[in-house]
Nanobody
């Protein structure tokens, strides 16, 4: 059974940085893309960033491009989200996710992901 556990969330002032981590277990981590999504209060969950199985391909939502960086360590079965220049509108619960199927792509749509973590809260104060 695939398990994803996020950590690293917290409260930070606007302009600050946080690094989220997601530890994966239950299958061969290096065969699957990984993604980060977020859900703000009263809003639908949205795509943040994705990384292909090798790390060769990454994609970002326009709202975080240039501020956030996704990376992975296949030896540690972990994916990270470095968040810089945080804004109050980045406040949300951040979820780590991985697709059901192995591929070489980096999916950007929520329905392409079958496994989700429990989420970690990020709050950015103004």
């Amino acid at each position: 059974q695939v398990q994803l556990v996020e950590s690293g969330g917290g409260l930070v002032q606007a302009g600050g940085s946080l690094r989220l981590s997601c530890a994966a277990a239950g299958r061969t981590f290096s065969h699957y893309a990984m993604g980060w999504f977020r859900q703000a209060p009263g809003k639908e969950r949205e795509f943040v960033a994705t990384i292909s199985r090798s790390g060769a391909f990454t994609y970002y939502a326009d709202s975080v491009k240039g501020r956030f960086a996704i990376s992975r360590d296949n030896a540690k079965s972990a994916v990270y989200l470095q968040m810089n220049s945080l804004k109050p509108e980045d406040t949300a619960v951040y979820y780590c996710a991985t697709p059901d199927r192995a591929s070489y792509s980096a999916p950007r749509y929520e329905n392409e992901y079958g496994y989700w973590g429990q989420g970690t809260q990020v709050t950015v104060s103004s």
